[in-house]
């Protein structure tokens, strides 16, 4: 009897435990209309974004930055500065994105110009369909020359 609960045991604990050992699961979110952004100027779009994580399913509101292209491609930039991982915002009047914990400064393409920021920002991929913006979430680490998704 031990045996045979042994051996109906485990493809259950199988089951109950291998949701641990997936990646999280990423899909397309929806971040807005792609008529709403002006060629080369940066705008903040917030979006919601759904992760299943083993049995855990989280809502989230998060943000990125986009820019038009004067082709009509559109760039994604995730929302931190890839020094420590500060939020940046976009300074109108330099026309720069502008970390504001240890000053790095970030061109319209991503690109550092100042600071000490290892990398340029990073980019999210991107697809557009029907006239709407969608990208996938991605989370990057901070501090490192090379980009490492985490």
Request: one cysteine or more; proline letters at 6%; glycine letters at 10%.
């Amino acid at each position: 009897m031990g045996l045979m609960g042994l051996a109906l045991s485990i493809p259950l604990v199988g089951y109950v435990i291998s949701p641990a050992f997936r990646r999280q699961a990423r899909d397309w979110a929806e971040a807005g209309a792609v008529d709403e952004l002006k060629a080369g100027i940066p705008r903040e779009l917030t979006y919601v974004v759904t992760v299943q994580d083993g049995w855990l399913k989280t809502t989230a509101m998060k943000s990125v930055w986009a820019v038009r292209q004067t082709e009509g491609g559109v760039t994604v930039f995730a929302p931190l500065c890839t020094h420590l991982g500060c939020g940046y915002h976009w300074d109108s009047d330099d026309l720069t994105f502008k970390c504001p914990c240890h000053n790095s400064i970030f061109n319209i393409d991503g690109k550092v110009i100042a600071g000490p920021a290892p990398r340029p920002l990073d980019r999210l991929p991107v697809k557009m369909e029907e006239g709407r913006l969608f990208i996938i979430d991605k989370q990057f680490k901070s501090g490192t020359s090379q980009q490492i998704e985490l």
